[in-house]
């Protein structure tokens, strides 16, 4: 009997992170869209705030920040790889404002996207591409 009810809990909780799963690829295909809670908790066929707390838990962040997290490693690339403004990589993110994309990426990063950007270019570019992604990946809250 107690083995069918671990089993049970099991294939819910496995049913919940699958679900949860569906949402953040959601998140990371659609980064730079305007996303909101709700149209992610439906995603997920859970309520707002269930989903929060669940993603919370699995994720160890909450939606928001993942999403804004997700657009700065975005913006870290393009800022990286191309001659984009910052107003322009801002844009293509998804930030509908530079002020906030200032501050979120020098919050995540560490520094402001002109001043990363000049950081990376300075760089040695012998490295591997992949020790320099790793090495350069902002760190989670």
Do not use: K
């Amino acid at each position: 009997m107690r083995a069918r009810e671990d089993a049970a809990v099991s294939a819910r909780i496995e049913d919940v992170n699958r679900r949860l799963l569906r949402a953040r690829d959601a998140m990371d295909r659609r980064y730079a869209e305007p996303l909101d809670v709700d149209a992610l908790a439906r995603i997920a066929l859970m309520s707002r705030a269930h989903f929060i707390r669940e993603f919370t838990r699995v994720f160890g962040e909450t939606p928001y920040h993942y999403l804004q997290r997700r657009r700065v490693e975005r913006a870290m690339f393009l800022l990286q790889t191309t001659g984009s403004t910052v107003t322009a990589v801002c844009d293509a993110v998804g930030f509908t404002s530079l002020g906030t994309f200032s501050r979120t990426f020098t919050a995540i990063v560490g520094a402001t996207p002109t001043a990363y950007r000049a950081q990376v270019a300075q760089q040695d570019r012998r490295a591997p591409t992949t020790f320099t992604m790793r090495w350069t990946r902002p760190a989670g809250d």
